[in-house]
C-alpha cells in the first residue's frame, strides 16, 4: 500500500493544487476539510479511484470523512480489497 499512497498523493497534488500552491500535503492533510478537494473534485477523485484500481467504491462509503486524507483513502481502498 505504500506505493498506492505515494501515487495517490502525487495525483492529488498535481490535480488540485494550483502550481503557486506552496502548501505541504502529507498522507494526513486534510483534503476536503482543508478546501483542497471540493465535492465536485471528490466525484473525480472517485472516478479516478475507481478506474485505476477496477473498482467500484459504493455512494454509501464515498464519504466526506473517508475521502479527506490519502490515509482514509488508502483505509478505503484496503476495505474494499486494492492491494
Known sequence: MPVIKEE????IKNEYLDEDDDR???FETPLISGGIVDSFSMV???V???TKFGIQIPDAKATPEAFDTVNNI???LEELGVK
Open 48 to 50: 479516478f479511484l475507481e
Open 44 to 46: 473525480s477523485l472517485k
Open 24 to 26: 505541504d500535503v502529507t
Open 74 to 76: 488508502t483505509n478505503l
Open 8 to 11: 495517490l498523493l502525487d495525483y
